[in-house]
Nanobody, 121 residues
Framework: QVQLVESGGGLVQPGGSLRLSCVAS????????MAWYRRAPGKERELVAI???????DYADSVKGRFTISRDNAKNAVFLQMNSLKPEDTGDYYC???????????????WGQGTQVTVSS
């Protein structure tokens, strides 16, 4: 059984930084795309950043230049470094990954449980 476990959320003042981590545990034979999503209060879930297996990245326009996604394939982990945080970055952040859980070629998308980020003075 594959699980994605996030950590690193919390309360931070505007202009501050946080680093989110997500680790895939269980039986993992490979991971393709990994991504971070967020759901702000009263809004739909949105894609924040995505990274492919070759470490190619893309970002939502609202976070470009402030957030950096990275991954450690040896640890089955993905990270989100968030700098210059704004109140509008407040929300629940979710890790998503395309995981191959068995020797068969099929992959499945898994979600973490979410970690809360609050940007407030």
């Amino acid at each position: 059984q594959v699980q994605l476990v996030e950590s690193g959320g919390g309360l931070v003042q505007p202009g501050g930084s946080l680093r989110l981590s997500c680790v895939a545990s269980g039986t993992v034979f490979g991971i393709g795309i990994m991504a971070w999503y967020r759901r702000a209060p009263g809004k739909e879930r949105e894609l924040v950043a995505i990274i492919d297996s070759s470490s190619g990245t893309d970002y939502a326009d609202s976070v470009k230049g402030r957030f950096t996604i990275s991954r450690d394939n040896a640890k089955n982990a993905v990270f989100l470094q968030m700098n210059s945080l704004k109140p509008e970055d407040t929300g629940d952040y979710y890790c998503n990954a395309d995981v191959r859980p068995t020797l068969a070629p099929q992959t499945y998308y898994y979600w973490g449980q979410g970690t809360q980020v609050t940007v407030s003075s």
